[in-house]
């Protein structure tokens, strides 16, 4: 996941874009992780396991799971990787209006 | 003589000693139903682990193919076998139960999930079996699911399969949405090795939204009657809580609840910072 998602990352510098994290892991695991993997975007720390009260109000059950939200807060796909992601993220980044 | 009587002396303590190690030794091994079924179990393993093995050694990526995962399915007929031949023995409920843990279908996991509602309904020991045979998604697992809730006499197992079945419906009403927007027939046949062939046929013919609608009111009971009943660390009436919340909140086309909270630094911040923008989000962990 993570070399898919840093170029991900890269080739959206600059536009509307964020990538955001919601992790289950000990703090110390978390820190040595995104250090490690060079993980540059913003995570939730969810209390540490895979029992944390955001993944619990979005009814997780697997890892990793992805959703993707447009620029209004509608969740439009889930459970897209590698491909299938950027096209969607590309999709939506089209559907934004011009400034 | 003498010595013929000592002999025999010596003969009769041995025996005399060896017996109680004999007994100890059945005992070890148990019944020859369960000796029968722990040979399957153990060869199924060892299969597992060569393949694993052979799995770890390969090279290249034909190499790695070649290295076959042993299917539970592959086993289950004998399995089967020994619950059938020693149904009175309380390993013929162990059994059925690896049965319907271990395997996604085939006409064994439907004749075992057919045994255990037939005699097994009361049993606590089902309970796991319960919660995993949605992996089967089959004809067969929602009427083991319908069965239990209907027959059985403890809210918990009852409360367990109706959370399952919620589950199976919810997945159904999905997989029926999708197939009735995208209708080629790669995706039908792609569905059909998943959920087997019937159960497509069954949600081609369906409104997705009969059974999503089914899937609702299903949780709904479960926070109603058992809502109390423990699974794991969480009460069914939670688990059903969050699947109701997944199914009028978290789907597509919905606007994504507002999520706040803070990073590994303790800095605060909340989903709703990004509006106006693309959003990924990626619930994840390094293990």
Redesign the interface.
């Known amino acids: 996941?993570y070399p898919h998602?840093r170029s991900?990352v890269k080739r959206m510098e600059g536009k509307?874009?964020?990538?955001?994290?919601?992790?289950?892991?000990p703090?110390d695991?978390?820190?040595?992780?995104?250090k490690k993997?060079n993980i540059t975007w913003?995570?939730?720390?969810?209390g540490g396991d895979?029992?944390g009260?955001?993944?619990?109000?979005?009814?997780?059950r697997g890892?990793?799971?992805?959703?993707?939200?447009?620029?209004?807060?509608?969740?439009?796909?889930?459970g897209v990787r590698d491909k299938a992601?950027d096209q969607a993220?590309d999709q939506?980044?089209a559907e934004?209006p011009n400034k | 003589m003498e010595q013929w009587g000592h002999r025999s002396l010596v003969k009769f303590w041995v025996l005399l000693c060896a017996f109680p190690l004999v007994t100890l030794a059945a005992e070890k091994n148990g019944s020859p139903a369960k000796q029968e079924f722990s040979k399957i179990v153990q060869e199924q393993k060892d299969a597992e682990r060569q393949a694993q093995e052979a799995y770890s050694k390969a090279k290249t990526a034909d190499e790695k193919s070649a290295a076959k995962w042993p299917s539970a399915e592959e086993y289950a007929h004998r399995v089967l076998g020994v619950a059938q031949k020693y149904p009175d023995d309380p390993v013929a409920l162990d059994a059925l139960i690896w049965i319907a843990q271990n395997c996604r279908r085939g006409d064994d996991l439907n004749a075992a999930l057919r045994l255990l509602v037939e005699k097994h309904v009361n049993d606590a020991k089902i309970g796991d079996a319960i919660l995993r045979v949605l992996h089967a998604a089959s004809k067969e697992a929602e009427g083991f699911l319908r069965g239990v809730s209907e027959k059985s006499s403890s809210d918990e197992l009852k409360g367990k399969a109706l959370v399952t079945l919620g589950r199976l419906l919810k997945k159904y009403a999905s997989a029926g949405q999708f197939l009735h927007t995208n209708t080629s027939a790669k995706y039908v046949e792609n569905y059909g090795k998943w959920l087997g062939e019937d159960v497509v046929a069954k949600l081609q013919a369906v409104d997705p939204d009969g059974l999503r609608k089914e899937a609702e009111r299903t949780f709904e009971t479960v926070i109603a009657k058992y809502g109390r009943q423990k699974s794991d660390s969480r009460t069914l009436g939670d688990s059903a809580k969050s699947e109701l919340f997944e199914m009028r909140h978290l789907g597509i086309g919905m606007v994504a609840p507002e999520i706040q909270g803070k990073d590994v630094d303790g800095r605060k911040f909340a989903l709703s910072d990004y509006r106006g923008k693309v959003v990924v989000l990626d619930f994840w962990g390094h293990w």
Do not use: C
Not at chain 1, 29 to 34: D, N, T, Y
Not at chain 1, 42 to 46: A, K, P, T
Not at chain 1, 64 to 72: C, E, G, I, Q, S
């Open positions: 996941m998602e991900l509307p874009f964020a990538l955001l994290g919601i992790n289950s892991d703090k695991e978390l820190r040595k992780a995104m993997e913003r995570s939730w720390w969810d895979t029992d009260p955001i993944q619990r109000q979005w009814n997780i890892w990793p799971t992805v959703y993707v939200l447009d620029h209004k807060g509608v969740i439009r796909f889930e992601l993220v939506l980044l934004i």
